[in-house]
C-alpha cells in the first residue's frame, strides 16, 4: 500500500545541520491527515458542510532518525484510537524503510468551537466500517 502522503525533503525545511527542522514533522502530518481523510470519503468540506470541523489538541512526536535535504518522506496514517468527540491518528515518518519520527495526534470534532459526538456515518468511515 502506498504512503498517505509523500514529499522531498526541500531545502528551506532543513536546519544548519543540514536535517530537517523538528517542527516540519508537524506540517507533514497535517498535510498527511488531509489524505488520510479524503482517503476514508471524508473529505473537509462534507463535514464542513455539516457544521462540523475537526481541530487538533494534542501532538506528540518520537524521533528516531533524521531526514535530510535531498531525501524523499513517506507518510503513513493510521487510526490509533476513537472515542465519543475525538480520535487519534498515528503517522509514521520515513525515508525509504528507515524509520525517521512517529507523530500522533489527537483531533476534537466541534460545531461552534464546542466539542461534539463524531456522527455514526463518519465514526463508521473512520473506522473502516
Not at 482517503?39 to 458542510?49: G, I, Y
Not at 476513537?82 to 524503510?97: C, D, I, K, N, Q
Not at 489527537?106 to 473502516?128: F, K, N
Request: charged fraction near 20%.
Amino acid at each position: 500500500m502506498p504512503p498517505v502522503w509523500s514529499s522531498p525533503v526541500r531545502f528551506i525545511e532543513c536546519d544548519q545541520q543540514g536535517i530537517v527542522f523538528n517542527a516540519h514533522y508537524l506540517v507533514w502530518a497535517d498535510e498527511a491527515v488531509n489524505a488520510w481523510w479524503i482517503e476514508r470519503r471524508v473529505p473537509w468540506e462534507a463535514l464542513n458542510a455539516r457544521g462540523l470541523e475537526y481541530v487538533v489538541v494534542a501532538s506528540s512526536l518520537e524521533w528516531r532518525s533524521s531526514a535530510r535535504w535531498g531525501d524523499t518522506v513517506d507518510v503513513d496514517a493510521d487510526l490509533d484510537s476513537v472515542g465519543r468527540t475525538s480520535l487519534a491518528v498515528r503517522f509514521t515518518v520515513r525515508v525509504g524503510e528507515r524509520l525517521c519520527c512517529q507523530v500522533r495526534t489527537t483531533y476534537v470534532c466541534t460545531a461552534d468551537g464546542v466539542p461534539v459526538p463524531w456522527p455514526d456515518d463518519v465514526r463508521a468511515l473512520i473506522s473502516g466500517g
